[in-house]
């Protein structure tokens, strides 16, 4: 395990939320990556923040659709569903955590802050999981100041935003048909210990061109997306 004083642990959960924690037993479970429990052969429980990170996620999703909604109330569909996608890609979210200074606090296994793949995904997870945190200890409308304030109010530029391309799907289709190519998936959902994980292949013309797993099927999709993009030398 690595860097988060315990005794510190609500100081600097209110340095970086402006929240007093209550329930702190949940702030640490939001950030207790799940490497950390193939360390420790006696968390009988194995405790991480996997099911936080499931439960922010969502969180998440409903107030940014709120906030857009009343935000822009002239725009249609479309453009909400798109300008979501653009806050809560991975690359957005790993922002926000870093900005957070979320990954400095966390247990995890050591070897994982020489990944810088890893670490951005970390990164981004822990931040929902902390939402989920949030949630738990003091209620919606708590997390939803803490995501419209001071995630969105401090550190997200949307009108940089609207005029940014991050959706990896969207630029991959775009792609796919001025090539030709034909996109399609498979999708198994396999029963791990901590849960179900969806597996997901991002195929082109028939055969498979990448393939990621994610507790969330949509966050499966989007980092085969990203991967695909990548590879291809596509602007994201």
């Not at 391309?165 to 791990?192: D, G």
């Amino acid at each position: 395990m690595i860097f988060r004083s315990k005794k510190g642990l609500p100081e600097n959960i209110y340095r970086i939320t402006g929240i007093r924690p209550g329930r702190i037993a949940i702030y640490r479970e939001a950030l207790r990556h799940s490497s950390v429990n193939d360390l420790e052969a006696v968390n009988v429980n194995n405790v991480d923040n996997e099911r936080l990170e499931f439960l922010g996620d969502a969180i998440l999703d409903a107030v940014i659709a709120e906030f857009l909604f009343l935000k822009y109330p002239k725009q249609r569909e479309g453009f909400l569903t798109e300008m979501r996608t653009r806050i809560v890609n991975r690359d957005q979210m790993s922002y926000l955590s870093e900005r957070l200074g979320l990954v400095q606090l966390m247990d995890i296994k050591p070897e994982l802050f020489k990944n810088n793949v890893a670490i951005k995904t970390i990164g981004s997870n822990a931040l929902e999981a902390l939402i989920g945190a949030i949630y738990l200890d003091k209620g919606y409308k708590v997390a939803r100041k803490f995501i419209s304030r001071r995630l969105i109010g401090q550190y997200l530029d949307l009108d940089k935003l609207m005029n940014t391309t991050v959706s990896y799907k969207a630029s991959l289709l775009k792609w796919a048909q001025q090539n030709r190519r034909k996109i399609t998936w498979e999708h198994e959902t396999k029963i791990e210990e901590r849960g179900e994980v969806h597996v997901l292949s991002l195929l082109m013309d028939g055969d498979i061109y990448v393939t990621d797993s994610n507790r969330s099927r949509k966050k499966a999709e989007e980092l085969c997306c990203e991967k695909a993009c990548r590879m291809l030398g596509i602007a994201g």
